[in-house]
């Protein structure tokens, strides 16, 4: 039995090619959400659109601190683990759901493998990056979706264990992509969700300024964190008053791929968002200075900016004011062919049945 671990968007998407393609060299799996993600439109659309299996067991963790996410789901996890006795758990990005698949998978010594392993920021203000370091540690396999991530985990000394797969989420994005056709008029495309850029009213307010100098139709789905920010700062009706932005509810994956595909620009602190963008053709404002993606970066697709900085930002719309959309043959490729989950699938056999 294989145990496939996950708990927001980003990890329903980097689950489903792995999961069909285990499925389809018929190995016995099943899912556990932690419940992270609890809103039906950051969640239960998401398994509907990907053809992902309804969990195994939903632990209904919800929000809270750090600390109250990762004991949960460790309470939650070690129940359930026990009672599956699987011989491997999977686990994707940077989430406390991922941090604590990995110390509970560890203290069961169930071997671990870790999809998107070697990731890095280099920025303590960042928590997932305390999840990543602890869970590559721990796992047995990492899958690598870069040369960067693969040269991280070796400075680390986890290179005997670390794999260059690609990236599995553009396994997703190619599968999603080919059935969606491509709109005339162009966006810019807005995820705002991080802690980061959540925590603090002035700092939420420096967005806002941005957002207001940004040329062009913007439109926003809005995480729930974030309007509750918003509102518990007194903010709500200002960002509601800027004309040019369009806050909808958040969207399922077919739809997002949708806006991304009439998107000029994506504006995101978003790490997986960012990284879509090159798949999309759209250029990103990525709104942290920490390090994301850096092969992105150096080729000058990803541009990053501190919102409370008024030189980053005139830098940042200038960008923004020059990105035009980028047609597919002109794309960055950095992360592989879209073929990663059969690349996991194979390494995952050989560590099984030790070929």
Not at 46 to 72: C, D, M, R, W
Not at 199 to 206: G, I, T, V, Y
Not at 269 to 296: P, R
Request: aromatic share 8%; net charge negative.
């Amino acid at each position: 039995m294989i145990v496939h671990l996950v708990g927001n968007r980003p990890q329903f998407i980097k689950l489903a090619p792995l999961y069909h393609e285990l499925n389809d060299r018929n190995y016995e799996q099943c899912i556990i959400h932690s419940g992270q993600h609890y809103d039906a439109g950051l969640s239960d659309i998401f398994f509907q659109e990907l053809n992902i299996p309804q969990p195994y067991v939903n632990l209904k963790i919800g929000s809270g601190t750090h600390a109250e996410i990762t004991a949960g789901v460790m309470l939650g996890l070690e129940k359930a683990l026990i009672k599956i006795s699987p011989e491997f758990v999977i686990l994707y990005g940077d989430t406390d759901t991922t941090l604590a698949g990995a110390l509970t998978a560890a203290k069961l010594n169930i071997p671990i493998a870790h999809v998107e392993g070697g990731i890095r920021t280099h920025y303590k203000g960042n928590p997932e990056e305390y999840n990543r370091i602890v869970a590559d540690h721990l796992s047995d396999i990492l899958f690598c979706p870069d040369k960067v991530s693969l040269d991280s985990a070796e400075k680390e000394g986890m290179i005997e264990k670390a794999y260059l797969t690609g990236d599995i989420m553009y396994d997703t994005f190619l599968s999603a992509d080919s059935g969606i056709e491509t709109v005339e008029d162009e966006i810019i495309l807005m995820t705002w969700h991080r802690q980061e850029n959540t925590d603090r009213k002035d700092r939420m307010e420096s967005i806002i300024r941005f957002i207001r100098k940004l040329d062009g139709k913007i439109i926003c789905p809005m995480h729930p964190r974030t309007q509750k920010c918003l509102k518990n700062f007194g903010l709500w009706e200002e960002i509601c008053s800027i004309e040019n932005l369009k806050i909808i509810e958040p969207v399922g994956y077919m739809e997002m791929i949708s806006l991304m595909k009439r998107a000029r620009l994506i504006v995101t602190d978003s790490g997986g968002v960012s990284k879509e963008s090159s798949f999309a053709g759209a250029k990103c404002i990525f709104m942290l200075e920490a390090d994301i993606w850096d092969d992105l970066v150096k080729h000058q697709w990803i541009f990053k900016m501190n919102p409370e900085d008024e030189a980053s930002v005139k830098k940042a719309l200038l960008f923004g004011k020059q990105a035009v959309r980028v047609a597919e043959n002109e794309r960055p490729q950095f992360y592989g062919d879209g073929h990663a989950a059969t690349k996991m699938a194979d390494l995952l056999e050989k560590y099984l049945f030790k070929v």
